[in-house]
């Protein structure tokens, strides 16, 4: 599998990518339409000029730039990777479409309107903007499972597999964990093997269902679920939160004791760093540095081994980043949130 020359292209769109200088800049900017004029110079003109031309607030212009500039980037990345690459590839733009499906289905189940829950998707994998759109304006779970069944996506299956006990329960963590077995089984399952990329792949994979794990924690925390109940609730696959040790945490009494029972649990310097470093009543933003833990891994083998699919996952991590991080400023100058704060939450 060569992947020299896709590397070499990605090599050249990481130079495009904001280093922090760049985002202290961003953050300094008085308002939204000094931000536009600004992003205007950079890689993301064209993104915005395209979306001046349908919107006329400027906060929708910079989202649809921003979800523009994701779309194209991924559709370049797309062509320029070898046909023999593509099943990896999209084993991890997968992960994505699933973020985007929790998404959605997290704001019908909290009532959150549409207009809302857009403007965090990030367009990757088989599932165009106008795909998310659509499902994006769908009324209700029901309604949501019916458009994917429709359409024929492999995600009717998982969701539909639990509606009816989250009818009956009204539990969202049923059929948000129902597609997380579904998204890392298939991930798995593509990556059959044992040379370096497929190796890569699985490693990630692995991480990812740890990081589902803690996310699931954090979800039951405070329910004190007896071990027979939490059982269930476990993701097998991941290396750095075993069954046992899962069951034992599921039983915290708050999050505070959660966070502390990982610190004592988890063996992984660099996890249990990250998790020390957050305070319990931000346990929200865990989530998000875990992920980052997860790139910064990614990024760090991609040097050690430059010809691999490393190269391009890291990419497609580094990508999405920015687009949150340029997410989080935009709101910053719609609310007024002081520049100390956003530097808090920004992740560079």
């Given at each position: ?112 309107p549409p207009d809302e829950s857009i403007s965090i998707l990030i367009p990757a994998g088989e ?24 359409w024929g996506s492999p995600y009717a299956r998982p969701i539909k597999a639990v509606i009816k ?89 708050d999050k505070k004791e959660l966070m502390q029972g990982l610190i004592d649990s988890i063996k ?81």
């Amino acid at each position: 599998m060569d992947l020299s020359y896709l590397n070499a292209r990605i090599r050249a769109w990481k130079g495009e990518l904001f280093d922090k200088d760049e985002y202290d800049t961003l953050i300094r900017l008085a308002d939204i339409e000094s931000l536009i004029t600004h992003l205007k110079d950079t890689v993301y003109a064209r993104d915005i000029e395209i979306a001046a031309s349908r919107y006329k607030n400027e906060a929708e212009v910079l989202d649809g730039g921003l979800r523009g500039s994701l779309v194209n980037t991924f559709n370049r990345l797309w062509s320029y990777t070898p046909a023999s690459a593509r099943t990896m590839l999209q084993a991890i733009l997968s992960i994505w479409e699933v973020y985007n499906l929790k998404a959605i289905l997290r704001a019908r189940d909290k009532g959150i309107p549409p207009d809302e829950s857009i403007s965090i998707l990030i367009p990757a994998g088989e599932m165009d903007e106008t795909a998310l759109k659509e499902l994006n304006q769908q009324k209700s779970i029901k309604d949501i499972l019916n458009l994917l069944s429709t359409w024929g996506s492999p995600y009717a299956r998982p969701i539909k597999a639990v509606i009816k006990q989250y009818m009956q329960e009204r539990r969202l963590i049923l059929i948000e964990l129902s597609l997380d077995i579904f998204l890392h089984e298939h991930c798995l399952s593509t990556v059959v093997g044992n040379d370096l990329n497929r190796r890569i792949i699985k490693h990630l994979i692995k991480k990812r269902i740890d990081c589902i794990n803690v996310s699931t924690l954090l979800k039951l925390s405070g329910e004190m679920l007896h071990p027979a109940s939490a059982n269930s609730y476990f993701l097998e696959g991941g290396n750095i939160i075993g069954r046992d040790d899962f069951l034992r945490l599921a039983a915290s009494k708050d999050k505070k004791e959660l966070m502390q029972g990982l610190i004592d649990s988890i063996k992984d310097r660099h996890w249990k760093k990250a998790i020390g470093s957050i305070d319990y009543d931000e346990a929200f933003f865990l989530e998000e540095r875990l992920e980052e833990l997860t790139k910064e891994e990614t990024c760090r083998l991609s040097i050690i081994e430059p010809l691999s699919i490393a190269v391009a996952v890291c990419f497609i991590y580094e990508k999405i980043r920015e687009i949150k991080n340029l997410r989080l400023i935009v709101r910053a100058k719609i609310f007024n949130i002081p520049a100390v704060e956003v530097k808090r939450f920004l992740i560079v």
